[in-house]
Structure formats: C-alpha cells, structure tokens
C-alpha cells in the first residue's frame, strides 16, 4: 500500500511538464534578449563605421569633419539655420 501524501503519475507528470514548459519559455526569452543584443551591437558597429567613412570622405574633400561619431544613444545635432 502507497502512504497517502504521494502523488500520482499524473500529478507527477504534470508537474514535469509545468517545469519544462516554464523551462522552455525561459530559454525563448534569454534566446530573443540575445539575438536583440547582437542586433543593436550590429547596428551600433554601422553607425561608427559609417561615421568614420564619412569624415574620412569629409576629409578626402577639403571638409571639416565636426567631432567624430556621436555618442551612441545621443540625438544627432540639429542643423544650423
């Protein structure tokens, strides 16, 4: 005879599979972190490098160049006028 505090298979089995699905759901969400991570460092690497290559373009006209890249998360600078 099975004393009366254990479960079935069935609670257990629902228990297992409570524990992967919340498991699973957290290993979708660190997967999506990771993959927006490595987008906005993609992103934030194109602005620099298009920065870069446009005062040297500046540079190759004569032009001057202001200050370099901005600030990554900075507004660019309003327009004289």
């Known amino acids: 005879a099975v004393g009366t505090d254990v479960p079935t298979l069935n609670e257990v089995r629902d228990k ?5 699905a919340k498991a699973k759901a957290a290993a979708e969400l660190t ?21 870069a290559r ?7 006209l004569g032009l001057p160049s202001g200050s370099g890249a901005p600030a990554l998360g900075s507004p660019p600078a309003a327009p004289a006028g």
């Open 54 to 60: 446009l005062n040297a373009m500046k540079a190759e």
């Open 31 to 51: 997967d999506v972190s990771v993959e927006q991570r490595v987008l906005e460092i993609e992103a934030a690497t194109n602005t620099v490098e298009s920065h």
């Open 16 to 20: 297992i599979e409570a524990r992967y």
